[in-house]
C-alpha cells in the first residue's frame, strides 16, 4: 500500500512537473512569437536605389529595423513626384524628398513634415565644362543654362548671378528635360543646372566631358538640406514610436556605411534596380562625396537646424518660388 502510494505521488510529481515545463515552453513560444510580429512601414525613394539610399539597405540587412520591431517595406516611385503625394494622401507612410519642396508643398496646404535631414547639403549643383570661360556666377551673362523647367532651379541661378554682381536678365535659360548629360555631351548648353555632383557630374567626367562645379551656397542661396524623410502630418502625430524606432535603425544604418563604405555599397548593388542598373565605380565615388554631407558632425544622423529651416523658407519666398508665408517651425520635427 505505501509502496503504490509512493509510486502515485512520485507519477503525480512528473505529471506535474511536465506540465509545468510545458507551459514554459508554452510561454517562450508565446513570448517569441511577439517578438516577430513586425510593424509593416512602406518607404518611398526619391529615386532609384542608388549611393545616398545605402544606408536604409544596410539596416534592412543588418536586421536594425527588425530589432527596432519594423518590417520596411523599400519602394521606387514611378515619377519622382510621386513620394511627397503618396505620403500627404497616406499611401505610403514616409518618403525622401528635398528640404525645397517640403515647404513649397506646405505652401500649397499639403500637410507634409520633414523628420530628418538625410544629405546636409546642396547635390544640385551649377555645373560648367572644366575648360569653359565661366568662372563665376557672372560670368553667365549672355550664357545658356540647361535645365529640367523646375522653378527652383530658375531661382537658384537667379540668385547665384546676382549674389555674384552680375545681371541676371542676360541669361538664357533652356528647358533639356532630363536629359542633361546629353545637353552637355553635345553643347547645346554653356552651363547645367539640376544635375547632381554625385551623379550626373561624375558620368560627365567619365564619358569624357570634365566638368567644374559652383555651388549655390558660396552665392547666395541658404546651404539647405538636399534630402530629406518626410512623413504626414497626421502619422507623425498619431505614430511618433514608430518614427522614432525608424530613425533608430537608421542611424546605425549610416554608422555601419560610414565604418564599413565598401560592404555598405556591396549590400546597395544587391537592390539595385534592373531598369536602372548602377556601376560600381561611379557609386563607390558618389558614396564618397555624400558621406560627409550626410555628417551631422555633434549631432546625431537626422538632426534639423531650426536656423536652416527658417532661412530656406525665407529665400524661398524672397524669390517667389512660394507666395504664401510659411512657418517653418511647422513644416520639420526631430526625434
Known amino acids: 500500500m505505501k509502496k503504490s502510494a509512493i509510486i502515485m505521488i512520485s507519477l503525480l510529481l512528473f505529471i506535474l512537473s511536465a506540465c509545468g515545463k510545458n507551459d514554459q515552453s508554452a510561454t517562450k513560444k508565446s513570448t517569441s512569437g511577439n517578438d516577430q510580429k513586425l510593424e509593416k512601414v512602406s518607404l518611398m525613394l526619391d529615386w532609384y536605389p542608388n549611393a545616398v539610399h545605402s544606408f536604409l ?7 536594425y529595423f527588425k530589432e ?3 518590417d ?5 516611385p514611378a515619377d519622382t513626384n510621386d513620394p511627397l503625394k503618396l505620403v500627404a494622401a497616406n499611401q505610403v507612410d514616409m518618403a525622401l524628398s528635398y528640404q525645397p519642396q517640403v515647404l513649397v508643398a506646405r505652401g500649397e496646404d499639403i500637410p ?3 523628420f530628418a535631414a538625410i544629405v546636409r547639403h546642396p547635390l544640385n549643383q551649377l555645373m560648367v565644362p572644366a575648360d569653359s570661360p565661366i568662372k563665376s556666377p557672372k560670368d553667365l551673362a549672355g550664357k545658356t543654362i540647361g535645365y529640367p523647367s523646375i522653378p527652383l532651379d530658375e531661382a537658384i541661378v537667379q540668385s547665384m548671378v546676382k549674389a ?3 545681371d541676371a ?6 528647358d533639356v528635360g532630363w536629359d542633361l548629360i546629353p545637353a552637355m555631351a553635345t553643347k547645346k548648353t554653356n552651363a547645367l543646372i539640376g544635375g547632381y555632383i554625385n551623379h550626373e557630374k561624375l558620368l560627365l567626367d567619365k564619358e569624357g566631358h570634365p566638368m567644374r562645379t559652383l555651388n549655390p551656397a558660396d552665392y547666395g542661396v541658404p546651404d539647405y538640406y538636399e534630402l530629406v524623410l518626410v512623413g504626414s502630418e497626421k502619422e507623425l502625430k498619431a505614430k511618433p514610436e514608430v518614427f522614432k524606432k525608424f530613425m533608430t535603425a537608421v542611424r546605425e544604418g549610416q554608422k555601419y556605411v560610414q565604418d564599413h563604405p565598401e560592404d555598405g555599397l556591396s549590400i546597395l548593388l544587391k537592390h539595385e534596380d534592373k531598369s536602372s542598373p548602377l556601376e560600381k565605380d561611379i557609386e563607390t565615388k558618389s558614396l564618397n562625396i555624400l558621406l560627409p554631407l550626410m555628417d551631422a558632425k555633434d549631432k546625431s544622423f537626422g538632426y534639423q537646424d531650426p536656423q536652416t529651416w527658417s532661412q530656406v523658407a525665407q529665400w524661398l519666398k524672397d524669390n517667389k518660388v512660394i507666395k504664401s508665408n510659411v512657418k517653418a517651425e511647422d513644416a520639420f520635427i526631430n526625434f
Open 169 to 174: 536678365s542676360k541669361i538664357k535659360m533652356v
Open 164 to 166: 555674384d554682381g552680375g
Open 68 to 70: 527596432q520591431g519594423l
Open 57 to 63: 539597405y544596410a539596416a534592412e540587412e543588418k536586421g
Open 112 to 114: 507634409v513634415k520633414s
Open 72 to 76: 520596411v517595406d523599400i519602394q521606387m
